[in-house]
């Protein structure tokens, strides 16, 4: 079986230096393609050198290997702060450079002290290049999906769709967004018996709508579900993005599907909003 991580961030420093040994890990479970978010202008340079080393279409193809990167640049909520006056041309610099997606972008109004004013304008920004380059785009959102709803109908979109990222939303809100051209991606963070209103949430989801995601190193998997733990240098754990595997194995049993069927849904859906990236 393939398996597709729709999000992740290899590039974290985190990992210390350990992509080689996670992607290894990665191949041997057969994760076929990942997406591996930038978060800022500082790591973009890191996305664009693990594509470059472990892409698909710009690299030959005696150096690609199974697990392929798809590289992904954009400006999160949480780091706006740190970006210079020239952040839109360095973006689109970047995805010049490489087949990509925009992302991570967004909304939060959830973190604390985090300022709100300038959110809405970036996220506009970069929405707005990923519908004229026609690129996916994954979007972050917390504790603001009725505004969010509200820009993404009003504002241009890309016509392949966009990921929401970890979707949290009340299910209420799924058919709006999917209408728009929403995908809604499963994090396996969502296993914890404490979240099950987000499981259930993505019972509503529509089968050719459906994702799964690490968001590796973040969004720790329960104890008893983990297959590959992963300690930082400073010994707190990561969520290794080798987890993808029990993602899928924890959604399926919930869904009561055979694993089998849930992951050629999700190969078909993610092909379709990634295409040949």
């Known amino acids: ?20 040994e996670l992607l290894a890990a990665c191949e041997k479970i057969g994760v076929a393609r990942m997406v591996v978010n930038g978060a800022c202008e500082s790591d973009w340079p890191q996305v664009l050198q693990l594509a470059e080393k472990f892409g698909g279409a710009s ?10 990167i798809i590289p992904s640049f954009g400006y999160h909520p949480w780091y706006l702060s740190e970006r ?3 952040w839109q041309k360095n973006l689109e610099k970047f995805l010049d450079q490489i087949p990509s997606a925009i992302g991570e972008i967004g909304l939060d109004r959830w973190k604390p002290d985090l300022p709100y004013a300038g959110q809405e304008e970036v996220f506009l920004t970069q929405l707005k290049i990923a519908a004229e380059r026609n690129l996916p785009v994954s979007i972050h959102c917390l ?3 009725g505004r969010m709803l509200k820009l993404l109908q009003k504002s241009p979109r890309p016509q392949r769709g966009f990921v929401l ?8 809100m799924i058919s709006s967004f999917a209408k728009l051209g929403a995908y ?20 509503h989801v529509p089968p050719e709508r459906l994702l799964i995601e690490t968001d590796a190193p973040d969004q720790l998997l329960p104890e008893a579900k983990k297959h590959f ?49």
């Not at 990561?238 to 849904?265: D, M, Q």
């Open 165 to 172: 990222h970890s979707f949290g939303g009340p299910p209420e």
């Open 1 to 20: 079986m393939k398996i597709y991580d729709a999000h992740n961030h290899l590039q974290d420093d985190r990992f210390a230096g350990r992509q080689n």
């Open 184 to 203: 809604f991606s499963f994090p396996g963070y969502f296993l914890h018996e404490r979240k099950l209103r987000q499981r259930e949430t993505f019972k």
């Open 84 to 86: 210079t006056q020239d």
């Open 229 to 277: 733990p992963l300690a930082a240098v400073d010994g707190k754990p990561l969520n290794h993005p080798a987890n993808l595997v029990a993602v899928y194995e924890g959604l399926a049993e919930f869904f009561g599907e055979k694993i089998e069927s849930l992951t050629a849904r999700v190969e078909e859906n993610f092909q379709r909003v990634f295409g040949k990236l």
């Open 143 to 145: 504790q603001a999906w």
């Open 59 to 68: 690299v030959p193809a005696s150096r690609v290997p199974q697990t392929k």
